[in-house]
C-alpha cells in the first residue's frame, strides 16, 4: 500500500505540479484517486498506451464515474453539446466523419497562409501596447491573439470578440472536472446557452448567403447530405472557439514564464531567432498548456501491471508524462535546443490536437515579435498568479520590464 497522494487542488500544486508529478511516478505509476475516483496516470508509456489503443474510449459519458454521471445529469438539455456529441468526446465513425468536416482548414498548409495576417494582427497588437511599462503579456497579447484568428478563420465578426473570449473562458472552466464549484457550472450553462444563441444566428445568416469562410464551408457539407446535424455543426463552432482560446493564451504566457526563469535560455533565443521552432516545442514540454486529459475503459484492461475495470476512468497526466525522465534527459531542466522532443502537449493518437499547427504558428510568431519588439524582457512581479484551473495551466497575468 502507498502513501502518496494525487492533489492537484493546493496552492503548492497549482504553483508547480511537477514534484508531485514525479512523486507519484515513482511510488504509484497507476494511481487510484479516491478524491476523485478514476485512475491516475503518470508515466509516458502508460499515457501514451491509453490515447493511442482504441479499447480507450474518448467518450467520457460511457464511464460509471460516479461524479462524472452528476454534471451529466445537471446539464442543461437545451445545449448543443447535450444532444450532440463533438470530435473531442467521439469515437470512430463519428469521430473520423466529424473530425474530417473541419480537418483541412487546420492542415499545416492551410494554417501556413495564415501567417502573414497573423504577424499583422502581433504587429498591431503590441504597437497599441508601445507605452505600457510593465507590459502585461496576457492582457495585450497572449488573451487577444488567438481569439481574433479563430473568430477571423471561422467568419463572424469582430465586435464580437469580447463576448467569444468570454464565453470561451466559462466554458472551459468547467474543465476543472467534477470538482468545479456551482457558480462556475452555472456561469458555464448561461455562457453555453448565449454562444448557442450567437451561432444560430450566424448560422441562419450563412445559409441565406454563404462567405468564404469555415461556417459556411460546414454548412455546404451539412446541405450536401447528411453528414452533420445542426446540433452538431454548432457544437463543432463552439469546440472550435473554446479549443484554441485559453490553451494558446496558456503556451505564450507559461513559455514566456519558463524563459524569463532560465534568462540563459532567453538569451540563447534572443541571439539566435532560428532556434524558435525547438524553443516553442520544448515550451510545450516543459509547461505545457493542457496537463491532462481523460479516456474510459471499455473493458477490463491491464495497464501498467494494474487492472483496470470497464467504466473505469484513466485520467492522463500529459504533464507528468513530459517530464518522465525514461524519456527525457533532465526533465526539469528547460533546454530549446533539445531534439527529438516527443512530448505528449498536444495529446497522441486518433485525437492528436486538431489546431497544433495553428497554435504552433501563432507561438512562433509572437516570440519572435515580441524579443524583436523590446528585447531583454523581465519578470516585473515576485510570484506570477495562476488562474487555479488544474488542467488547463496558465497565468492571470504576466507583467514585463525591458
Ligand atoms: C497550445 C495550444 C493547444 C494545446 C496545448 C492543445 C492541446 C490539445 C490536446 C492535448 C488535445 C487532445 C485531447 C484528448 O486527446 O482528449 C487537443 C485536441 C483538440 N484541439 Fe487542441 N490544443 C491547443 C490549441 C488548439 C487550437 C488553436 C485549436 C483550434 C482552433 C484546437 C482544437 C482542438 C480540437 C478540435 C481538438 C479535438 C481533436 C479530436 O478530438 O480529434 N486546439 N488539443
Redesign the pocket.
Known sequence: MTTVQYNPFTITAQADPYPQYHQLREADPVHWSELMSLWVLSRYQDVEFV?RDARFS?DRRSSDNPLVKRAEEMQDRRLPFANATT??GADPPE?TRL?GLVSTA?TPRSVEAMRPRIQEIVDELLDAAQDDEPFDLIERLAYPL?VIV?AELLGVPPEHRADFKRWSNDLVATLGGPMVTPDVIERSRVSGLEMAEYFRGVIAERRKQPEDDLISRMIAAEERGEVLSEDELLATCM??LA??NE??TN?IGNGMLALLRNPDQLQKLQNDPSLIDSAVEEM?RFD???QA?ARVASEQIEVGGRTVEQGQILFAL?GAANRDPAVFAEPDTLDITREDNRHL???HG???????P??RIEAQITFRALLDWRPNPRLATDEPEWTGNFILRGLKSLPLAF
Request: aromatic share 8%; with cysteine; net charge positive.
Open positions: 490515447l474518448a470530435m473531442l469521430h473530425r487546420f488567438p479563430i469546440l472550435l479549443a484554441g490553451t494558446t503556451l510545450l505545457g498548456p493542457v486529459t500529459l502537449a498536444f495529446g486518433l485525437h492528436f490536437c486538431l489546431g497544433a495553428l497554435a
